[in-house]
């Protein structure tokens, strides 16, 4: 059973078009992460909720957004997809702060910019 | 800052033949080590960590890692390789800020 799941596989967005991808899980985890992957490289950490307490990274655009309404859905939102934001966008989550608990991911939304 | 180092972008072993993927790690404090795998158009799959206790940790479909302190590496392996194990694997470290820092990865290639 799909524990981690998001929304669409595949999403294509016109040029500076707001688009909105989805995560949700049925693990009641704490903590979900959201993280962009380009062309197999290493994912990267764009920002994370510990609850509803939200932790942006430093480097991340302001074009990217998130909201967790609720313990089981996560979404990210990108305000104007720019050709550069075509990438992988993993969702996963983690049952609670401590460095000793793994990650759990989504199969991912590939996102084209057109 | 914490952080792991892939040093090989590909490895290619012979089906049958024992694999080792690299990690060595760079954290202050204790290490908290996992490794990953990622099929092609998919999320990323936990294969096994190391936070503490035995230097060697078994995980999912085989694979095992060596915890090497002196060496500061945190090696995957598995004794005799498949075909279906070809795929990208990455090495992470978890900090105290709740991060997972990702390795740039290992693309594993196992011939027939």
């Known amino acids: 059973d799909a524990m981690v799941i998001q929304n669409p596989r595949y999403q294509v967005t016109q040029f500076g078009k707001p688009v909105t991808l989805s995560c949700s899980q049925t693990?009641?985890?704490?903590?979900m992460y959201w993280y962009q992957q380009k062309s197999s490289q290493a994912p990267k950490l764009l920002f994370h909720?510990?609850?509803?307490?939200?932790?942006n990274e430093a480097d991340t655009p302001d074009n990217f957004q998130s909201r967790r309404p609720n313990t089981s859905f996560c979404f990210l939102d990108i305000r104007s997809p720019g050709l550069g934001d075509a990438a992988m966008y993993l969702c996963?989550?983690?049952?609670?702060?401590?460095?000793?608990?793994?990650?759990?991911f989504g199969q991912g939304t590939r996102l084209t910019v057109v | 800052a914490q952080s792991v180092a892939q040093p090989e972008d590909q490895v290619n072993v012979a089906e049958g033949n024992p694999l080792t993927v690299k990690c060595t790690y760079s954290?202050?404090?204790?290490?908290?080590l996992f490794w990953y795998v990622q099929y092609p158009n998919r999320g990323l799959q936990f294969l096994l960590k190391?936070?503490?206790?035995?230097?060697l940790v078994k995980g999912s479909y085989g694979f095992e890692a060596e915890f090497n302190k002196s060496q500061t590496s945190f090696h995957l392996k598995k004794p005799s390789a498949l075909v279906s194990d070809s795929a990208l694997y990455f090495c992470?470290?978890?900090?105290?800020?709740?991060?997972?820092?990702f390795g740039k990865g290992t693309r594993l290639h196992i011939l027939p």
């Open positions: 693990l009641n985890h704490n903590v």
């Open positions: 996963a989550t983690s049952r609670d702060r401590g460095v000793n608990t793994e990650a759990f």
């Open positions: 190391y936070i503490t206790g035995d230097n």
């Open positions: 992470a470290v978890r900090d105290k800020d709740d991060k997972i820092i």
């Open positions: 909720y510990y609850d509803k307490d939200f932790n």
């Open positions: 954290v202050s404090g204790n290490p908290y």
